[in-house]
Structures are given as structure tokens and as C-alpha cells.
T-cell receptor, first 116, second 116 residues
Framework: AQSVAQPEDQVNVAEGNPLTVKCTYSVSGNPYLFWYVQYPNRGLQFLLKYITGDNLVKGSYGFEAEFNKSQTSFHLKKPSALVSDSALYFC??????????????FGTGTRLKVLA | DGGITQSPKYLFRKEGQNVTLSCEQN?????MYWYRQDPGQGLRLIYYSQIVNDFQKGDIAEGYSVSREKKESFPLTVTSAQKNPTAFYLC???????????????FGAGTRLSVL
């Protein structure tokens, strides 16, 4: 079965500094990977996805992610963090069930705190 | 939170009571999903549906039931058999699974369920 792991429960970074939120995956076949962000008491919002093609994927709000097949990683990055980036970030992978339908497996989430 | 409406925002359940969480979408999406979010555990899949009148159990379906009588609606019932229902419940939808490029999930704002 597919899975993703987010090894850090929390990441702290100073405003203006680059940020990285880590995600590693375990899949059979080609991975379909996603990043979502969640603000307090809200649903998740899509940031970016990797399906195929360039290893550097650009997404919303200045975020990007680097797909690394050899390291089975899909880390989320941003060159310059903003206080408003403080939120809970989820990595996800698409999985196929035995019945042939698709579902999504989410990581446990990483809380990002950007300090002014 | 896109075109997905969850209601109510807050819900309280009494001992032995069944409660139903509403999820409606106007995005013309084929697939709909229910997740449970607990602190430190990320999102766990309860049920999902790819088409009307069909749905599959996710990882934690016990104590929950769903129906999919209309494309727009995917209500979740938390039954009295679910002994620990206190959590944040998120509904999501996406286009049909064969449309890979469009296959991101859109989330509602969530329902917070507590036990009295």
C-alpha cells in the first residue's frame, strides 16, 4: 500500500528565511503526490501536485516542491517565509483500492510557525 | 473552501444518539470523501464514493454510515456504535478518478463533533 511520512511535527522558521517541510513516500508504481495547507478550523486547501514531468513543481502562494525519486521525497519549500504561512501542512499520495477506485493517503501533518 | 458546504459547523451528540453530518457540493464532481481529523493523527478516510449509489469503506468505517443518492450530496451518519466520535470531520470532492490532471480534492470547512 502507498504511504507518506512527515517526520517533523513542527517546523519553526524566521520570517524572510527559506522554509522546508519534509515528506517522504512509499509507493508501488508511479507516485501521484500532493501538498495541502490547513488554517485553523478550516478545510484543506490544495497547494501543488506532482503527477509527471519536471521535478520542481510550482504551486500557490509562492510554494514549490521538489520531487526526488532516488530519495523518495517530495519536500515543500518556499524561498522567503511569511508570518501568514503559519498553518498545518499535509502531504498526500493517491492510492488505488483493490476495487480499482482511487483514494488519498495523508501524512500526519507538519505545523509550520513563522516567527516575526 | 470552494463549492463544498458542510453543516452544521458544530454538533453535539448525546449518549446513544445517531447524528448526521451534511455535505453538499456544486462542483459537479463525481467523487466524494469523508475524513476524520484528530490531533497528531492527520486525516483518516472513513468512506468514499466514486459514483452515485456506490461507496466504499475507508480505513475507519466502523461506527459510521453513508449514502450517495444524489451526485451533489454525501451525508455521513455517526452511529451510537462509534464510541469515540469527538473529532473534526472533513468532506471533500474531486473529479472522476480517470481524469488525472484534474484530480485534486476540494474540501469543505468541516464539522466539529463533540459528545455531551
Amino acid at each position: 500500500a502507498q504511504s507518506v511520512a512527515q517526520p517533523e511535527d513542527q517546523v519553526n522558521v524566521a520570517e524572510g528565511n527559506p522554509l522546508t517541510v519534509k515528506c517522504t513516500y512509499s509507493v508501488s508504481g508511479n507516485p501521484y503526490l500532493f501538498w495541502y495547507v490547513q488554517y485553523p478550523n478550516r478545510g484543506l486547501q490544495f497547494l501543488l501536485k506532482y503527477i509527471t514531468g519536471d521535478n520542481l513543481v510550482k504551486g500557490s502562494y509562492g510554494f514549490e516542491a521538489e520531487f526526488n525519486k532516488s530519495q523518495t521525497s517530495f519536500h515543500l519549500k518556499k524561498p522567503s517565509a511569511l508570518v501568514s504561512d503559519s498553518a498545518l501542512y499535509f502531504c498526500a499520495v493517491r492510492d488505488m483500492s483493490p476495487s480499482g477506485t482511487y483514494k488519498y493517503i495523508f501524512g500526519t501533518g507538519t505545523r509550520l510557525k513563522v516567527l516575526a | 473552501d470552494g463549492g463544498i458546504t458542510q453543516s452544521p459547523k458544530y454538533l453535539f451528540r448525546k449518549e446513544g444518539q445517531n447524528v448526521t453530518l451534511s455535505c453538499e457540493q456544486n462542483l459537479n464532481h463525481d467523487a466524494m470523501y469523508w475524513y476524520r481529523q484528530d490531533p497528531g493523527q492527520g486525516l483518516r478516510l472513513i468512506y468514499y464514493s466514486q459514483i452515485v449509489n456506490d461507496f466504499q469503506k475507508g480505513d475507519i468505517a466502523e461506527g459510521y454510515s453513508v449514502s450517495r443518492e444524489k451526485k451533489e450530496s454525501f451525508p455521513l451518519t455517526v452511529t451510537s456504535a462509534q464510541k469515540n466520535p469527538t473529532a473534526f470531520y472533513l468532506c471533500a470532492s474531486s473529479m472522476a478518478s480517470y481524469r488525472l490532471a484534474k484530480n485534486i480534492q476540494y474540501f469543505g470547512a468541516g464539522t466539529r463533533l463533540s459528545v455531551l
